[in-house]
């Protein structure tokens, strides 16, 4: 079964094929074709050949006739594995010869050693076939809540792949995990709250409690948090109930009025404590309580 750090990211781009081509731009500097539409394909590369060829991910860049003008295959290379020298070039020459169009076979590696092995030319007799490899560790860390609210997926994935403690990079997640909508939402939360260091997680908790965490953005300022403008009492069970709105809002998960004020209204610790620990792990708010 393939591991979460070999899915990671080619769930992200099922979910959002766009973002094959952000990377893609990363690694490649070089000009694409025009194109007005993104799609997902079948990452099916067999023609004739007994055996089964499947590609991690293809996506399609197509023109505004809906003709595919780019495919982009892109594979998530954990480590070195010679057979790849052989299956590449069959990916690229199927999905080639089925859509019609120029194919760039994107690599996506953890690490600058295994992108330099996956990079170089693979020598076909009559030229060569040149993957576009990427290190995930050369994606910077957003810091801006604005672009992260932009592109969310790619905030994520980049602090996923580069975790930090750093508190300028942290007071960008939590917007960019607010603009993601539905059940992706929750599960890329689980994920990049698994991968950041603890100090991380504690700083998203202690920020609030010490009213240093400044809202950046209106969308993450949601009507749950308009009760702080009301003069409502300073003290522990306030810190609670904010670490609460703040760990549900980096997961994704909205918050009814009903909720906000039943969380605002309560001032017992432990059953507060025991809500901020639920958020974490709950897929609805309906499970928060219970």
Not at 101 to 124: Q, S
Not at 131 to 140: C, D, G, Q, V
Not at 226 to 254: C, M, N, P, W, Y
Request: glycine share 4%; with cysteine.
């Amino acid at each position: 079964m393939p591991s979460k750090a070999h899915e990671f990211p080619l769930d992200l781009i099922r979910h959002k094929p766009d973002i094959a081509v952000d990377l893609l731009s990363v690694a490649n500097t070089s000009e694409f074709p025009k194109f007005a539409h993104v799609r997902c394909e079948s990452g099916d590369a067999t023609t004739t050949v007994p055996a089964e060829l499947r590609c991690d991910s293809v996506v399609v860049c197509e023109d505004s006739d809906r003709s595919p003008a780019l495919a982009i295959i892109t594979e998530n290379q954990l480590g070195r594995d010679d057979d790849k020298r052989f299956s590449w070039p069959q990916y690229v020459a199927n999905i080639r010869a089925r859509l019609r169009c120029p194919v760039a076979l994107l690599v996506l590696t953890p690490n600058d050693r295994i992108a330099t092995w996956c990079e170089t030319p693979i020598e076909l007799g009559c030229g060569h076939i040149r993957p576009s490899a990427l290190s995930l560790t050369a994606l910077k860390p957003f810091t801006d809540p604005e672009q992260a609210i932009r592109h969310p997926e790619m905030a994520i994935l980049a602090l996923a792949s580069n975790p930090t403690d750093d508190t300028v990079v942290l007071k960008a997640l939590a917007p960019a995990m607010r603009a993601l909508k539905g059940s992706p939402g929750a599960v890329y939360a689980d994920y990049l709250l698994a991968a950041l260091p603890a100090a991380a997680k504690k700083y998203l908790e202690d920020a609030v409690k010490q009213g240093t965490y400044e809202y950046q953005t209106e969308l993450f300022r949601a009507p749950y948090l308009k009760g702080q403008a009301e003069g409502r009492a300073e003290g522990k069970a306030e810190g609670e109930a904010h670490s609460i709105f703040l760990v549900l809002a980096a997961r994704g998960i909205d918050v009814p009025d009903a909720v906000c004020e039943r969380i605002n209204a309560c001032t017992d610790i432990p059953t507060l404590n025991t809500w901020v620990s639920r958020a974490a792990t709950v897929n609805t708010i309906e499970e928060l309580f219970g």
